[in-house]
Antibody, heavy 115, light 111 residues
């Protein structure tokens, strides 16, 4: 059974870069689309974008200028970097595997942006 | 900018049937939007229920079904149970430029 685990700093300072990793166990990175979704506290879900295992990416227009996804097949990991963060980027960040909306979700990790 | 819309809140009686819908502020939802539906309880990750309009994700009971109703996507829950009380989100594919977009979610109460 494939499992996804998000990890990274729980606290990031304003204007700095938020970096998260999604580690995949019980399955391979290869052959799949990997999505990132976030959810501000008490609010709804926001789709951030996806990366294919080959490295092809597609970012949400609202985040495109600040967002980078990477894939590391040797480590079975995908990663997210969001730069120039503000308090509005405080959220639970989820990674998900799948296509056409059939997502297998990680448990999520809370990132707070605060000085 | 086109927004994905959902009912903010709905209620259903135990054993009853309820339909949640997912629309667009401009235009109609079709199978080309590959509507998908997710269930989320507080503090938990979402769970995929339906994708590509009407395909149940692995392990999802058949009392959850998806369809297109008129100009909206729909999630129907038949024989509602207490543990169906959750937030439900739809997601639509808006094309390669806009990517995937979530609706604002529906809070379903079973009472």
């Amino acid at each position: 059974q494939v499992q996804l685990q998000e990890s990274g700093p729980g606290l990031v300072k304003p204007s700095e870069t938020l970096s998260l990793t999604c580690t995949v166990s019980g399955g391979s990175i290869s052959g799949y689309y990997w999505s990132w979704i976030r959810q501000p506290p008490g609010k709804g879900l926001e789709y951030m974008g996806y990366i294919y295992y080959t490295g092809t990416t597609n970012y949400s227009p609202s985040l495109k200028s600040r967002l980078t996804f990477l894939v590391d097949t040797s480590k079975n990991q995908v990663s997210l970097k969001l730069n120039s963060v503000t308090a509005a980027d405080t959220a639970v960040y989820f990674c998900g595997r799948g296509s056409y909306g059939d997502l297998r979700w990680g448990q999520g990790t809370l990132v707070t942006v605060s000085s | 900018q086109t927004v994905v819309t959902q009912e903010p809140a709905l209620s259903v009686s135990p054993g009853g049937t309820v339909t949640l819908t997912c629309g667009l502020t401009s235009g109609s939802v079709s199978t080309s939007h590959y509507p998908s539906w997710y269930q989320q309880t507080p503090g938990q990750a979402p769970r995929t229920l339906i994708y590509s309009t009407n395909t149940r994700s692995s392990g999802v009971p058949d009392r959850f079904s998806g369809s297109i109703l008129g100009n909206r996507a729909a999630l129907t829950i038949t024989g509602a149970q207490a543990d169906d009380e959750s937030d439900y989100y739809c997601m639509l594919y808006m094309g390669s430029g806009m990517n995937w977009v979530f609706g604002g979610g529906t809070k379903l109460t079973v009472l």
